[in-house]
């Protein structure tokens, strides 16, 4: 890898490694991801099941591997780098402008990931650490990234430690609780950002009652109340008729242009009194 890319700088780090911006001397910037330097059995073969769930996962708005090694103890794959941010860019953008996305654009994106997190569970992967920080963008596509937490959920090895729980406002209450998980908890998540998107908080207030009723259902407590697959998602989303189903992503990003500011205000001031 060090013999045809040159590094430039860290791009972030995670619960497996750290992920470094590389150059080829022709100018193409790639994203490699390392292992912590520290060694560790238990991370080492997560990072391999990493690379093994991306290596399953064709879809558009999946983050693919472009190259991989896990041999000598210096495990690393190469993926694309994104240089347009993540959702979590995009919300406190807006956040600083007084503003919180549109029903509608909101919709719309959710929709778009519930068919890629579609794609994952149909070959028994979930991801279990969905949060905005973990959907990058390329142009206007979001991709679903970081899967250092995913796994195969035919195999036995469910349970996870304390230290790869996941992010805790985002993470399911049985994955919590008890390190178990399955794809109803990745419904969970989403629809925690669901909410998010809509409202600037996690906890916050939907005003759209049959949006609002969707996200209460794709986040109950108990995984038997919520939804059962990402397709149950898709479907109720799509029977709001706010979603234009054959290009989902124009309604985002029209969305986020449309917004109301005195929306985004009302939250902020919201905070304020709260605090």
Not at 15 to 24: E, H, K
Not at 102 to 130: C, E, F, M, P, T
């Amino acid at each position: 890898m060090q013999n045809v890319m040159n590094r430039v700088r860290t791009i972030g780090h995670g619960g497996l490694g750290v992920v470094s911006l590389y150059q080829t001397v022709d100018g193409y910037q790639y994203a490699v991801k390392t292992m912590k330097h520290v060694w560790d059995n238990t991370l080492y073969e997560r990072f391999k099941r990493e690379i093994e769930i991306m290596g399953n996962l064709i879809h558009k708005n999946i983050v693919k591997i472009i190259n991989y090694s896990v041999i000598n103890q210096n495990p690393w794959y190469v993926m694309p780098f994104f240089k347009d941010g993540s959702l979590r860019d995009k919300m406190l953008n807006m956040q600083s402008e007084g503003k919180v996305y549109s029903v509608g654009g909101a919709a719309s994106i959710i929709y778009y990931l519930a068919d890629a997190l579609a794609h994952a569970h149909s070959k028994n992967i979930i991801h279990r650490d969905l949060k905005p920080e973990n959907i990058l963008f390329n142009g206007h596509e979001p991709m679903i990234a970081d899967w250092g937490l995913g796994k195969f959920i035919y195999r036995q090895s469910s349970v996870l430690t304390a230290a790869g729980l996941g992010t805790k406002t985002y993470c399911a209450p049985e994955q919590w609780d008890s390190g178990m998980a399955d794809h109803r908890s990745d419904i969970y998540s989403l629809g925690v950002m669901f909410r998010e998107l809509i409202s600037g908080t996690t906890h916050g207030t939907v005003a759209h009652n049959q949006v609002n009723a969707i996200i209460n259902k794709m986040t109950m407590m108990s995984p038997s109340d919520r939804y059962q697959s990402m397709a149950e998602v898709m479907q109720a989303i799509r029977s709001l008729e706010i979603v234009n189903v054959a290009n989902p992503m124009q309604e985002f990003w029209e969305g986020a242009a449309k917004v109301a500011v005195g929306v985004g205000l009302v939250i902020l001031l919201a905070k304020i009194f709260e605090g």
